[in-house]
């Protein structure tokens, strides 16, 4: 089982950067694709970013492409993911997750606690 801490969050003006960190612990970083999910206020969860763990092959939500980028750092079990361009429409609390086996849209196997991202316009 792995375990996952987000980190990186806060409040940011529109058209700033952030960049958001998840640190991995417990079974090998390296065993796990890892993803981004975002939950805005009154909505469901939204698939942002993933990265597969053999290639490090990227996927992108379209609201994000072009903006967010998401990386891996395997010798420091950590996935980072670099937000530009921020827009008010990104305020959700951001979810570092992982899966095994694929790169879902929000069925992820495990899971983070959340990091609160927040844009005033």
């Known amino acids: 089982q792995v375990q996952l801490v987000e980190s990186g969050g806060g409040l940011v003006q529109a058209g700033g950067s952030l960049r958001l960190s998840c640190a991995t612990s417990?079974?090998?970083?390296?065993?796990?694709?890892i993803g981004w999910v975002r939950q805005a206020p009154g909505k469901g969860r939204e698939f942002v970013a993933g990265?597969?763990?053999?290639?490090?092959?990227?996927y992108y939500a379209t609201s994000v492409k072009g903006r967010f980028t998401i990386s891996r750092d395997n010798t420091k079990n950590t996935v980072y993911l670099q937000m530009n361009s921020l827009k008010p429409e990104d305020t959700a609390v951001y979810f570092c997750?992982?899966?095994?086996?694929?790169?879902?849209?929000?069925?992820?196997?495990?899971w983070g606690q959340g990091t609160q991202v927040t844009v005033s316009s």
């Open positions: 997750a992982a899966d095994e086996t694929r790169v879902p849209t929000t069925q992820w196997e495990y």
């Open positions: 417990g079974r090998t970083f390296s065993t796990y694709n």
């Open positions: 990265i597969t763990k053999t290639t490090g092959a990227t």
